[in-house]
């Protein structure tokens, strides 16, 4: 009996020891997790294209991912200089300093091998440029997750990881030249190609279009042409390709309407004619449609185009009125009974 207490003690002692053990195992374990989870999560994995169309003079990225708000991150563009696409353990100064480097003369090539060069981490990034003149390079470390890699060509670079296989960045770059239209047209195909071919290995979450023109912005003061992205979203692709719809109509829309305001009306003619064919629901478009085709001449095709827009919203008849870019219609009859409450 004498034996009987020490022994429970030492027992008890030698349970409280395991448990300690095994509680520093398991926070271990669950440190290590967490930063497997950690890292993966700053892990830009992406399908993109950046490209050019010398055409046009137009300049873009199409990228998109299972990673929240990768328009934020990858795309990066410059009018008349270039396009950049930086992901997989994402340096985002890849994107303004490759800008500066094809700006100061270097070819793709060239600024690939200067940003990888003076890198902390160049196993892990992968990025792709092309610049104004087509050039372009493509470029995927060694340590980039899989599957992983690029393909490359006259006015496109096409690039992913941890992607579904191979044939993502196949298709895609079979789908943007193959593609007839816009730019922004080749770019989304080149996207969809992408995911319909397995797209990132992890799912999808948002994507980005950006395209850039010089004073192709808003009154051109800017050069984003277009610049759309969804964040977040269970269908990224379905939503980017009805923002991106917008996105050509306002496009246009801008065209046309800076080419007005010099008084360049027969040119705007045709830009504010396409925007009205993308959105012929948009009562707005409609409206400024008529007051072009007046400037251009056309009074005629300027009450049509009027009539479309207060049927679409009958507020703009107020609007009318008052109008002074409509002032050469305010004598007709056909304008009156169009404006009358």
Wanted: with cysteine; charged share 20%.
């Amino acid at each position: 009996m004498k034996n009987t207490f020490p022994a429970t003690l030492w027992v008890f002692r030698e349970i409280g020891v395991l448990c300690c053990f095994l509680l520093m195992f398991m926070n271990a374990t669950s440190a290590l997790s967490s930063t497997s989870a950690d890292i993966e999560s700053h892990n830009i994995s992406t399908f993109s294209i950046v490209a050019c169309d010398s055409a046009t003079g137009e300049l873009g990225v199409a990228v998109a991912s299972r990673f929240f708000a990768v328009g934020s991150v990858v795309p990066w563009a410059k009018a008349n200089v270039g396009a950049v696409a930086t992901q997989s353990f994402a340096n985002t100064s890849f994107g303004w300093r490759g800008l500066e480097l094809l700006e100061q003369g270097a070819t793709p090539d060239e600024a690939v091998a200067i940003l990888t060069r003076n890198d902390d981490n160049p196993s892990r990034r992968q990025l792709g440029i092309v610049s104004a003149d087509g050039k372009s390079a493509t470029y995927t470390g060694a340590d980039c997750m899989a599957w992983a890699g690029g393909r490359s060509g006259p006015n496109y670079a096409v690039q992913g990881n941890i992607l579904a296989g191979e044939a993502v960045v196949l298709e895609m770059e079979k789908a943007f030249l193959q593609t007839q239209g816009t730019l922004a047209d080749r770019l989304y195909a080149a996207l969809i190609a992408g995911e319909q071919a397995g797209g990132d290995a992890r799912g999808k979450q948002s994507a980005a279009l950006l395209v850039v023109k010089e004073k192709a912005g808003y009154a051109g003061y800017t050069d984003r042409a277009i610049d759309i992205r969804v964040d977040d979203h269970p269908e990224p692709f379905k939503e980017l390709g009805r923002l991106l719809n917008f996105a050509q109509m306002n496009y246009a829309w801008n065209d046309a309407w800076t080419l007005f305001m010099k008084k360049e009306y027969s040119r705007a003619l045709p830009h504010i004619e396409r925007a009205a064919s993308i959105a012929p629901d948009n009562a707005e478009v409609w409206y400024d449609l008529a007051v072009i085709r007046l400037a251009a001449g056309d009074s005629k095709g300027a009450i049509a185009a009027l009539a479309k827009a207060v049927k679409r919203n009958d507020k703009l008849k107020k609007q009318a009125v008052t109008d002074k870019d409509l002032a050469a219609l305010r004598d007709s009859q056909e304008f009156q009974q169009l404006v009358k409450d």
